[in-house]
């Protein structure tokens, strides 16, 4: 998914002040999506496959 339909889909509910929860099948996309969203000031909360348990 594109970046610019990635914001058409998060932005209406990011700009209500909802959270959002975004799922990726891969770490890159995560690391990605995360990297993206904190570019827009978006902050974000990364849980991947990496992060150990505990801190899951």
């Known amino acids: 998914m594109s970046a610019d ?6 932005e209406p509910s990011l ?5 959002v929860m ?3 099948n891969t770490l890159g996309s995560s ?3 995360d ?3 904190g570019e ?4 974000t909360v990364n849980y ?4 150990p ?3 899951r």
């Open 5 to 10: 339909v990635s914001w058409q889909v998060l």
């Open 15 to 19: 700009a209500k002040g909802n959270r």
């Open 22 to 24: 975004v799922f990726c």
């Open 31 to 33: 690391r990605a999506v």
């Open 35 to 37: 990297h993206f969203l």
């Open 40 to 43: 827009n000031q978006i902050f």
């Open 48 to 51: 991947h496959g990496e992060v």
């Open 53 to 55: 348990a505990e801190q």
